[in-house]
Structures are given as C-alpha cells and as structure tokens.
C-alpha cells in the first residue's frame, strides 16, 4: 500500500470521527441548556442570547473612579505650586487626613452619594454598600490606635499599621471589577416555541423568570447613545405587570418643626435649626419622574444582533396572539373546504 492511500484512509478516518463527534457535542451542548432553561417536553430553543461585554460599562467605570481617587491621595503633591485649584484642594484633603484618612473618606463619601443620586444603572445598593466599604476602610484600620489609646497598650489586632493608597485602590478596584464580570455573566435569555427565558445563575441557579407569548403585550426597544456606539440594544417584553417599569423621583422631604411654637428662640438657635434644615434637605433630595428602568433579570438587556431577536419576538408574539390564531384556524378552514 502506498503513502498516498495510508494519508487518504487517515484522513476519512480522521473525517468520519469528527462527523460522529459533532453530533455528540451539539446534543450535550443542547441537553445542557435545556437543563438550564428548565424546558418542558415539547419545548425547543429557537435562539438563546446573553448580555454584550460591553454592558456594564458604567460598573468598570466605577472601578476606575475607586482607582482613581486612591491614586489621587497617593500622589506626593508639590505644595509650591498651590495656584492651580485641584492642587489647593488635594493639599487641603491630605492635610486633614493625617486622621483616619478623612479627606479620603469626604471623597469616596461624596462619590456614593453622587451616583446615589443620579438614579442610573450603578446605583443599586450592592454597589452602594461597597462604596461604602471602600470608603470606610481606612477609619476601620485605624481601630487598632483607638484601642490601643484605650487600653493604653497596643492591642494589635489589626496587623496593618499603614493605609497604601496605592495597594488598596488595585484591590478595590480589581475585586469590583471581578464581581462585575461575575454578575455579567450570570444573565442568560431564550426564546423557545412557547415562551420567552430570562435567567440568572448568580447565588440561586436557575433564578428568572418566564413569559408566554400571549401574555406579551408590546416589545419594545431602548437604545443609549453607547448601545449605538458599541452596537447593543436592550428589549423590554411588556406584560403590563409593570415590572421593569421604575420612578426616578425628584422631590424633597424635609422634616420641620410647626410655625407655631410655644418655645421662643433665639436668632442663634434660629439660624443653626436652619442650617441643619437645608442640610437635612440636601442629604434627602431624589429626583422624580417616569422612566423605563430594564432590569437585566427580566428584559433582553444590552444584546448584541438585537435585531434578529426583536424579529424572531414579533414573529412569534403575531403567532400566538388572537389574530394569529384566527389566522391559523381560517386556513385550517380553508384547506378542509378545498
């Protein structure tokens, strides 16, 4: 037998087992995402999507304000040059922080309540509260000099004498970086023959939600300036349940004492119970009005070849509405008549 006959029977060989292994695969692949889905018997998925890399973008940017602002306080500012405003500010900050950090903690302070305020994708509470703990991390490490002030020994509990501006704005801002790609990655959408999927293997595996096509009022699209730069679109299905549907309020609640008081006070005690009224009202000021909010747990949230999914929706959304149906049973008709 020649070399030429020995290479072609490899090369079928090598052929025909990867004809019989692709099958294989496609079938674990498929009876892995339908475990995942949870489908029923007669249930087939027409096309599964996940969320674009590029859809939490305002969470990286938030690691990148952590990072930042410690690098900020990490920089050995020339007081020479205090004409510039950033480096009086920045001066002023590190003076005060010789104290538990306290010009950094005002910062990252400030940076919680702004994206607090501004009601946008970031500010949900899970990135809230680890605000929060980024900014209340050098006061706690400084419990060891309280407690040895105290007790008036070093108590040494914890081992960290100094704070690192610089170690800790690369931990800060590599962990939320990584639970940002955990969180992203947990969001997985189907769209089978009867139903639409939204899921999300996070804490609980297999959490969602589903909706069928009759249940479905509108589909409708909302496309960000940036969802057109990087090219996603998130698709809300309506079920009129008002779900994904939030306010961002705008109001003020400020607690006040009556006009009429029986007390007299003075122009000092009047002018201090003003200033914490206008404080107490900065602190509480929300903005309102009605907008979409998509929730990544019950919409197409920033997907890629969104157009494809919004025409398979509507395809499938006519099929199983009234009209559809009565369109079905007129041909039905018709082919029995003929």
């Known amino acids: 037998m020649s070399d030429e006959e020995v290479t072609s029977e490899t090369t079928e060989e090598t052929a025909v087992s990867t004809e019989t292994e692709t099958p294989t695969e496609a079938v674990s692949s498929n009876d892995s995402l339908r475990e995942k889905f949870r489908l029923t018997g007669d249930e087939e998925i027409l096309k599964d999507v996940k969320p674009s890399i590029f859809a939490f973008i305002p969470m990286y940017l938030i690691a990148l304000i952590i990072l930042g602002a410690h690098m900020l306080f990490g920089i050995d500012w020339d ?33 919680t309540w702004f994206n607090r305020m501004l009601n946008v994708s970031t500010s949900g509470k899970w990135t809230t509260i680890f605000l929060l703990v980024v900014a ?19 108590a040494g509990f914890i081992p960290l004498d100094e704070f690192s501006y610089t170690l800790f704005g690369i931990f800060w801002a590599a962990l939320f970086t990584l639970f940002t790609v955990f969180y992203q990655r947990s969001f997985h959408y189907a769209i089978t023959n009867h139903r639409v999927i939204f899921t999300q293997h996070l804490i609980i595996p297999g ?6 096509f009759d249940n479905i009022n509108e589909v409708r699209t909302q496309r960000t300036m940036m969802g057109a730069m990087f090219g996603y679109n998130t698709i809300i299905c309506d079920t009129g349940s008002q779900l994904g549907i939030g306010e961002d309020a705008m109001s003020v609640s400020v607690g006040s004492a009556p006009s009429n008081t029986t007390t007299e006070v003075g122009a000092d005690g009047q002018v201090t119970k003003n200033m914490f009224r206008k404080m107490f009202a900065f602190v509480t000021y929300q903005r309102t009005r009605k907008i979409d909010l998509p929730d990544p747990r019950f919409s197409f949230f920033c997907i890629t070849n969104w157009k494809s999914i ?8 006519q099929r199983h509405s009234q009209s559809g149906q009565l369109k079905d049973l ?3 008709l018709t082919e029995l008549h003929d």
């Open 79 to 111: 007081a020479s040059s205090d004409d510039n405003m950033l480096v009086k500010t920045m001066i002023f900050l590190l003076e005060i922080s010789d104290i538990g950090e306290i010009g950094f903690v005002m910062v990252m302070l400030g940076v």
């Open 330 to 332: 007129k041909e039905q």
């Open 136 to 154: 209340f991390t050098p006061p706690v490490l400084r419990l060891d000099d309280f407690i040895a002030w105290i007790m008036g020994k070093d």
């Open 310 to 317: 919004e025409q398979l929706l509507n395809e499938m959304h």
């Open 207 to 212: 959490d969602g939600r589903r909706i069928l």
